[in-house]
């Protein structure tokens, strides 16, 4: 599958306790973007990657998140003390950074249910 | 106000219907405009990529740009009971920084029935 990758697909944790999240990209995709999907809802930007680099949080990036991505290959999001309320669908994508594309793609997703 | 806009539905229609989908938007900088599909439960699926102003067809599917009233549409034809899921429209910018960072619709649902 040469597909965006994330894992787990589903994580139940209790609330404090804290998760990570892998993505693996498109193997040739530069850019690597973190989004927030909640039900009934479009997903949310919450940061995005250039090879290694972080270059912008969102907002909604409270402290008790961060993100990695270690030699501009796969990326890592993690979650410190989780509360109920970042119960939600966590989402990856990709993309080839030159001018003129925006096409991203998405991973299937990690569901995360807080409890 | 969000930046766009999408009416959730849900959207029924009978196999073979043409459906008709559309958003609004408020930002004059968005330039590229995305249509993804996503099933339950799933990832969304890029369907539909346009930049600026215009149309562009694929096969059973049909997206318009009018950035003068910022309104864009994605119309399927020939639906299939396989059609039905939540459709998002997607936009981003045009500068470095907004490429692949994209502002979505809350998402329509789409239900064809046999």
């Known amino acids: 599958d040469t597909g965006v990758s994330q894992n787990p697909r589903h994580k139940i944790t209790k609330r404090g306790q804290n998760v990570t999240f892998r993505c693996d990209p498109i193997?040739?995709?530069?850019?690597l973007y973190w989004y927030r999907q909640t039900l009934g809802q479009g997903p949310e930007f919450l940061t995005y990657f250039q090879n290694e680099a972080q270059l912008e949080k969102s907002r909604l990036l409270s402290d008790r998140f961060s993100a990695e991505r270690p030699k501009g290959s796969f990326s890592t999001l993690e979650i410190q003390r989780t509360e109920q309320g970042d119960s939600a669908m966590y989402l990856c994508a990709s993309s080839l950074e030159r001018r003129g594309n925006t096409e991203a793609f998405f991973g299937q997703g990690t569901r995360l249910t807080v409890v | 106000q969000k930046e766009v806009e999408q009416d959730p539905g849900p959207l029924s229609v009978p196999e073979g219907a043409i459906v008709s989908l559309n958003c609004t938007y408020s930002?004059?900088?968005?330039?590229?405009f995305m249509w993804y599909r996503q099933y339950s439960r799933k990832g969304p699926e890029l369907l539909m990529y346009t930049y600026s102003s215009g149309n562009k067809e694929d096969g059973r599917f049909t997206a318009q740009v009018d950035k003068s009233s910022k309104y864009i549409s994605l119309f399927i034809r020939d639906s299939q009971p396989s059609d039905s899921a939540t459709y998002l429209c997607?936009?981003?910018?045009?500068?470095?920084?907004?490429?692949?960072?994209?502002?979505f619709g809350a998402g329509t649902q789409v239900v064809v029935t046999p």
């Open positions: 193997s040739e995709h530069n850019r």
């Open positions: 997607a936009m981003s910018g045009v500068t470095t920084d907004s490429w692949g960072k994209l502002q």
């Open positions: 930002n004059s900088a968005f330039q590229y």
